[in-house]
């Protein structure tokens, strides 16, 4: 019963390249977020969307941008993949800023080459 | 925003034993505070929460306890097991706004 499903599981892109991790949830939850997990640093936000179209920075959007179209699909876009993005990437929905706690997807494990 | 300290960072205990991971907050406007448990290649899970309006919260072998004037909460894990070994994660919530997590504990339960 897979509720927030991330669409790759590992990748492996070279420097430069344009990187789209795709999240899509099946909950209607309004509130969508990627993080990246590092040994030591724990979970950071790099994005976060409370609606469609809108779109919030956390704390290490540097590097990154985020698409939210549908209300059911996040994407978070590398814009030139870098060695220091290699990393893992989660995402996770909520149903209200006031209500629920977080679901996260499987992860994505990107290597940036 | 918010600053979520956790403590340890790793922590192994012999199978029985209880385990207790700790974390701080900084804004005494922070009101839910969950706990999650991610395994070895699996997803972070929700484990436990409790809102600010409530003192301890036990599920079974799990347990978690809030004092608001110290800014800290706990995790309890009783009477260990091997499928308690994971990283465990707390983390913090403003009122309307996003969660703020600690940096994690990785539990080694020895049998």
């Known amino acids: 019963d897979v509720k927030v499903t991330q669409s790759s599981r590992y990748l492996v892109k070279r420097t430069g390249e344009k990187v789209f991790l795709e999240c899509v949830q099946d909950m209607d939850h309004e509130n969508m977020f990627w993080y990246r997990q590092d040994p030591g640093l724990g979970l950071r936000l790099i994005y976060f969307?409370?609606?469609?179209?809108?779109?919030e920075k956390g704390d290490i959007p540097e590097g990154y941008s985020v698409s939210r179209e549908k209300k059911e699909r996040f994407s978070l876009i590398l814009e030139s993949a870098s060695t220091n993005q290699t990393s893992m990437y989660l995402c996770a929905s909520s149903l209200r800023w006031d209500r629920g706690y977080y679901t996260f997807g499987s992860g994505t494990r990107l290597t940036v080459v | 925003g918010e600053n979520v300290e956790q403590h340890p960072s790793t922590l192994s205990v012999q199978e029985g034993d209880s385990a207790v991971i700790k974390c701080t907050y900084s804004d005494s406007a922070s009101n839910y505070f969950p706990w999650y448990k991610q395994e070895l290649g699996k997803r972070p899970q929700l484990i436990i929460d409790i809102r600010s309006n409530v003192g301890e919260k036990k599920d079974q072998r799990i347990a978690v306890t809030l004092n608001k004037t110290a800014k800290h909460f706990s995790l309890h894990i009783t009477e260990t097991q091997p499928e308690d070994s994971a990283v465990y994660f707390c983390a913090a919530s403003l009122p309307g706004n996003q969660f703020y997590f600690g940096t994690g504990t990785s539990l080694t339960v020895i049998p």
């Open positions: 969307s409370y609606d469609v179209k809108m779109k």
